[in-house]
């Protein structure tokens, strides 16, 4: 079963907007951690922003938030103000508890493109 | 830069022959992982280490795969007997215990 689902292959927004990417995701984990990374065509994977299963508050960073709700298990990213430079591929990933028995390994969605406009 | 970096950035290869792949990790972090990437598709992950100790490998990582890290540092990933499915960007990550992996900007490898 697919463990992170990104429904939005590809998202259109125009400069100054914001713009809201879905991510929604499976576990039976009760503990576990939502990622969203940034790939610009170069090819290197940025690190957006982070938000915890435990946390109260939705996860901030500059001009990018989570809109976590955990009953539904979605977690998407909001880019507020979207800037030229936003334009690449978004991913969401979920950290799990490895046989090792810890957090180890990212399981990432098929991603979302984000184009935005003049 | 103190990021990860990996090397090479491309390598082509002829179907059959062997390749090896080096990242070096952010150097205070203990956590190294490599993933692969297909074109339309987010990484997948292959395998990864804690300090020197191999801890996780996919089922992606045949026998042909192989994966080191001597001495905790610097990781190499190894290809033996490269097949055109091999194709893919190798994508090495590294974080210091379980906080948010970086990533380094991935060799693409093209089997030919």
């Known amino acids: 079963a697919q463990k992170i689902t990104q429904t939005q292959p590809g998202m259109f927004v125009q400069e100054k907007e914001a713009v809201t990417l879905d991510c929604t995701y499976d576990?039976?984990?009760?503990?576990?951690?939502l990622f969203w990374y940034k790939q610009p065509s170069s090819g290197e994977m940025i690190f957006l922003i982070y938000?915890?299963?435990?946390?109260?508050q939705n996860a901030t960073e500059g001009r990018y938030s989570l809109n976590f709700q955990k009953a539904r298990k979605s977690a998407n990213l909001v880019i507020s103000a979207s800037q030229l430079g936003d334009s690449a591929m978004y991913f969401c990933?979920?950290?799990?508890?490895?046989?090792?028995?810890?957090?180890?390994?990212?399981?990432f969605g098929t991603g979302t493109r984000l184009q935005v406009t003049l | 830069d103190t990021g990860v970096s990996q090397d090479p950035r491309h390598k082509i290869t002829k179907r059959g022959q062997n390749v090896t792949f080096r990242c070096d990790p952010i150097?205070?972090?203990?956590?190294l992982y490599w993933y692969r990437q297909t074109l339309g598709q987010g990484p997948e992950f292959l395998t990864y280490f804690q300090n020197e100790a191999q801890l996780e490998k996919s089922r992606l990582l045949s026998d042909r795969f192989s994966a080191e890290r001597p001495k905790g540092s610097f990781s190499t990933l190894e290809i033996q007997r490269t097949e055109q499915g091999d194709s893919a960007m190798y994508l090495c990550?590294?974080?210091?215990?379980?906080?948010?992996?970086?990533f380094g900007q991935g060799t693409r490898l093209t089997v030919v």
């Open positions: 150097s205070e972090h203990n956590r």
């Open positions: 576990t039976s984990d009760p503990s576990y951690g």
């Open positions: 938000q915890g299963s435990y946390d109260q």
């Open positions: 990933a979920m950290r799990e508890v490895g046989r090792a028995g810890t957090a180890s390994k990212l399981t």
């Open positions: 990550a590294s974080s210091q215990g379980a906080a948010e992996a970086f």
